[in-house]
């Protein structure tokens, strides 16, 4: 099955400055992924995704880029700010009997200091 | 982004007890739904796809008689928590993909925080 890695799990920036999130995975099947971002005790939003077909994507101060040959794909967060504080998680859908289903990495916490 | 609410957001219950959780997707209809399972600082482990009018598909490792899992309706899909234990502590999350059958963008509902005592 599908395996996805993360780094870093714990990210610390200062206000302004840029943060980057990797992940890898290992089904060349994959061909789409989300990017999560979770607050505490709330639920997965899903902020941004990225599909097979396009090697980036950006919205606002979000872009995620993508390499299928390499099979990894990242999260850039420019001028980051105290409230993009929150645990990101990528993803990878692959397929079960029912359809495609998210398998996630582990999940990089992020802090941004004011 | 699609609406998916679910119930109860908190249990606190006696270990031995069995416990529902109700997921619903409330502005489309939903044949595939998936239950996670998430402790403590850790990422989402996806436990079982709900199949609505057949059998859930549970991932290796989770008790399919332990977590009993019905989809009814298109709408609802529901996790059953039987005879919990205080290491069935965690916190559950549904998600449902917008297509409704499997597809690719998922939305979660707000979770479910399970304490057993």
């Known amino acids: ?114 | 982004g699609a609406v998916v609410s679910q119930h109860p957001s908190w249990v606190i219950c006696k270990s031995g007890t069995s416990v529902k959780i109700e997921c619903r997707s409330l502005d489309f209809q939903a044949t595939t739904m998936f239950w996670y399972r998430q402790f403590p600082k850790q990422s989402l482990m996806l436990m079982a796809t709900s199949n609505e009018g057949s059998k859930a598909t549970y991932e290796q490792g989770v008790e399919k008689d332990k977590f009993l899992i019905n989809h009814a309706s298109l709408t609802l899909s529901t996790l059953t928590v039987t005879s919990a234990h205080p290491e069935d502590s965690s916190f559950y999350i549904c998600s449902a993909p917008t297509s409704g059958q499997g597809g690719e963008t998922q939305y979660f509902g707000p979770g479910t925080r399970l304490l057993v005592l």
């Open chain 1, 1 to 114: 099955g599908e395996n996805v890695e993360q780094h870093p799990s714990t990210l610390s920036v200062q206000e302004g400055d840029s943060a980057v999130i990797k992940c890898t995975y290992s089904d060349s099947a994959s061909n789409y992924f989300p990017w999560y971002k979770q607050e505490l005790g709330k639920r997965p939003q899903l902020i941004i995704d990225i599909r097979s077909n396009v090697g980036e994507k950006k919205d606002q101060r979000i872009a995620v880029t993508l390499n299928k040959t390499a099979k990894h794909f990242s999260l850039h967060i420019t001028e980051t700010q105290p409230e993009d504080s929150a645990v990101y998680f990528c993803a990878a859908s692959g397929s079960n009997n029912a359809g495609n289903m998210l398998t996630f990495g582990g999940g990089t916490r992020l802090m941004v200091k004011p």
